[in-house]
């Protein structure tokens, strides 16, 4: 009705310094990181710290060849039958024209090398550059979800658990490619789903596709820009927050003649998500049972899970009387 569009928060870390935490701009930024996240679960970060040029690099440079190489090479990015959606997706029944390569713990030069060995068996000149800056783009991003992280922590008076949670905490680089549709209308190439894992940092490249739903159900595109990225919250820290914060839908979908590709960094946690005691009071009981990270990943995935929107609550939800 010739109205705005709605847009996601924008929040400007310029003046933050992850590793000063409480210095410059922090404590504003993280009044509107709490603001953003409880509300809409998700915001436009402004983070120049991820120089455009490195992102530049990190999709022209590693992303593309990456893709480019062929399927038995791709195939090789597996973790094993135990460690399934660790490694390469590709050809899933309803995800056409979806493919994506994720390397655990992508943060450390270490699995980076690895991976890049597993891609590339017989070396090549290239193999050292991509892992400088597959790794040192990781790194960023990391940065930035562990600020959030912190931040979250702190808004909600339990910063003392940031180091704990911090060490139960690994973290998935997956890199995605979402091939053009040739066609003026939208396909969706990734169906609508909450991140199971606690929050989610969305570096896009160029090419828009990602769609945020907002409480009201009015769908959100997040246009891209080199400088910033997307913070989404996910099931896991939905529930160790005791519901405080709002996990939210999204999906991704494209249209016209460009392939589109992003990189996204997860943080999982290692096993048990429980409520702090401090989180749970007369106002705010308990929501979540604790429970096992991998086994409510393996729920989503089951028929049973398939069957429930609100996967999280089908699972391990505590219902009072009125529910
Ligand atoms: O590619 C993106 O922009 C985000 C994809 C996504 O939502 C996911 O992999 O969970
Ligand atoms: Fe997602």
């Known amino acids: 009705?010739?109205?705005?569009?709605?847009?996601?928060?924008?929040?400007?870390?310029?003046?933050?310094?992850?590793s000063k935490p409480g210095t410059g701009t922090w404590p504003a930024v993280r009044a509107q990181v709490m603001d953003a996240l409880t509300t809409f679960g998700c915001f436009d970060a402004h983070y120049p710290a991820l120089a455009p040029e490195l992102r530049a690099e990190l999709f022209d440079g590693a992303v593309r060849p990456l893709f480019a190489l062929p399927a038995d090479a791709k195939r090789r990015n597996d973790y094993g039958a135990d460690k399934p959606f660790h490694g390469y997706?590709?050809?899933i029944p309803g995800f056409d024209g979806y493919e994506s390569l994720a390397i655990v713990e992508g943060t450390e030069p270490g699995p980076v090398r690895d991976f890049a060995g597993l891609m590339w068996p017989d070396g090549g000149d290239h193999t050292g550059l991509f892992c400088d800056t597959v790794h040192g783009a990781a790194r960023r991003i990391f940065e930035l979800e562990e600020a959030v992280r912190r931040m979250v922590m702190e808004g909600l008076g339990v910063a003392k658990y940031h180091d704990a949670l911090s060490a139960s905490t690994w973290h998935l680089l997956r890199m995605s490619e979402y091939k053009a549709p040739n066609a003026v209308e939208k396909t969706v190439r990734y169906m609508t789903h909450q991140d199971t894992n606690l929050l989610s940092v969305v570096c896009q490249h160029e090419v828009e596709g990602l769609e945020m739903q907002a409480r009201d159900g009015e769908w959100v595109l997040v246009k891209p820009s080199p400088t910033s990225l997307v913070v989404i919250v996910g099931n896991a820290l939905r529930a160790w927050t005791n519901d405080r914060l709002h996990a939210p839908f999204h999906r991704i979908t494209v249209a016209g003649n460009v392939t589109r590709y992003s990189a996204i960094l997860f943080s999982v946690p290692h096993d048990k998500v429980e409520v702090p005691d401090e989180l749970v009071d007369d106002e705010h009981p308990l929501r979540f049972r604790p429970h096992d990270h991998n086994d409510f990943v393996c729920f989503c995935v089951s028929e049973e899970g398939g069957r429930h929107e609100d996967k999280l609550m089908a699972y391990c939800g505590v219902h009072d009387r009125n529910e």
Not at 5 to 17: E, H, N, Y
Request: aromatic content about 4%; glycine content about 20%.
């Open 1 to 18: 009705m010739g109205g705005e569009a709605k847009q996601l928060p924008r929040i400007d870390f310029s003046g933050v310094v992850p």
């Open 89 to 91: 997706l590709g050809d």
